[in-house]
């Protein structure tokens, strides 16, 4: 038999009966009343959903960042974290003796090259005198004043020997000329005699015949008729031989000429060469010697820098300060973890807390993301990915901000709004992802 329960007396004597499965009931339903609430407020209730992205205060148009491309020794520090500084303003001179003294090589060298190019057209065109150009006009330059003088020098040494060989050759052929006059002047007289040995030797062949001649004598009209004939051979071969050696000489002053002309072309070309690469060499060195004064490209306050000495060394390509501009607007560059990336995109409404002021003073900013990234990036530091979000403040924020001031590289917190969902859906998302990786896996 089941056991009654036992009744239960109060205070003022009445006696209340209890039963337990009374009790139960009530409970199961309360409980189950609770869960039917706290699940249709789970399924049906929604909240907002934020994606948070540690950032960073930046300039919109980013601060400017100044390098040096050589790198080199602190002469002179003009400029110190914090100062505001204008556009074209030096900020820091580096030491300029090595690459003045650089400058100065090239400089001398373009100058001798110029005065050589001016000579070597003066040879080319076979001018009397070298026409320097505008550039060696300085006389009050010793570098030009020694070119010009060292290249008049070699120009007229070369033009005497030039011309020496040249009138060696030309004397030559005159003595020839002369030669082959007095030889055709010989020649002349011996044809002469010849027709009168000639005329002779007929009429005492005549007179022979007749027997009124020597014989004798005949005979020595014709030896005579005979080695005057050879002479005048003789003097032909020796006026031909004359000739061939004019022309021998003549063409040897062409060659001299062609020779000479064939290597001032090639002097010509080589000095020109050389005198292109020494000019661009100066152009660098030249730049080299303007970039040694830094100055700002940006009006702007100087933050970051990187050498506080004289003397100081700095590295070739390394950033030596930032240049923060002062009246442009300010962003926040957030990061947002690769596993919210689907959730955020351009447009969506963002809360942003600064950790710098006191949160109790600091009313929540809104924002609005202007930029994402295209592709994910990797933070130097910790190694991590991320995609970059740009955000950028309410002007009914900058009105809340009052006498606070934002100032570039502050850290803040931003929490992008990526929409609503429910509780259920919160707690379903893991369960679903879970299911879905084991049927992948399966």
Known sequence: MNKRPAPLTTENGTTIVTDDSSIRAIGIIILVVTLGILGGWGYLAPIDSAALAPGFVTVKSHRKTIQHLDGGIVSQLLAKDGDIVNEGDVLLILDSTEVKAQLDILRGQQITLEAQLARLIAERDQLNQIIFPNDLQNISDTHIVEARQGETQIFNARKNAYQGEISVLNQRASQLVSKIKGLDGQRRSKQELIKSYGEEAHDLKELLAEGYANKQRLRDIERNYENAT???????????????????????????????????AAKLGETQSQLYDVTQRLVATNDKVHRTVIRSPAGGRVLGLSVHNLGGVISPGKPILDIVPQQEELIIDAQVSPLDIDRVSVGLLAEIRFSAFKQAITPKMQGKVINLSADRLTDEKTGAPYYQAQVELTPESYEKLGNLELVPGMPAEVFIN?????????????????????????
Do not use: C, H, W
């Not at 990526?418 to 399966?442: C, K």
């Open 418 to 442: 990526t929409g609503e969902r429910t509780v259920f859906e919160y707690l379903m998302q893991p369960i679903s992802n879970a299911f879905a990786r084991a049927f992948i896996e399966d």
């Open 230 to 264: 050879g002479e005048v051979a003789s003097l032909t071969a020796e006026i031909a031989s004359s000739e061939i050696q004019i022309g021998e000489t003549k063409l040897q002053v062409l060659q001299l000429q062609k020779k000479f002309q064939e290597e001032v």
